[in-house]
């Protein structure tokens, strides 16, 4: 119930399990588990961090969410890509030091 939920809205988003566990904090071996079915029940931190990461609410993810009243949330823009790794130096740095 709870996984089905959580697949549909990572899927909705384009993000891998992986990528989900990485913006939740949370092991991927626990995405797998909820969206397997293997995994029902979560406590209230971990629904928490899941529906944050998804740009939901917890109802949303337990079904009780009231189609007929509130529309589906609006899904967050992307986060912005950090850079990876040891930043450069500039160029004008590099010139400097010559």
């Not at 995994?39 to 740009?55: H, Q």
């Not at 986060?79 to 590099?94: F, H, I, Q, T």
Request: proline share 12%; charged share 35%.
């Amino acid at each position: 119930m709870i996984g089905e939920k959580i697949a549909e809205r990572r899927k909705e988003l384009g993000w891998t399990p992986y990528e989900l566990a990485r913006r939740a904090g949370l092991d991927v071996a626990r995405i797998y588990e909820f969206e397997r079915g293997d995994k029902t029940d979560c406590t209230v931190s971990t629904a928490r961090r899941i529906a944050r990461a998804l740009g939901c609410g917890m109802d949303y993810l337990a079904e009780t969410w009231d189609m007929s009243v509130d529309p589906p949330p609006p899904l967050p823009p992307p986060p912005p890509r950090r850079p990876r790794g040891r930043p450069r130096k500039r160029l004008a740095e590099a010139v400097a030091s010559d």
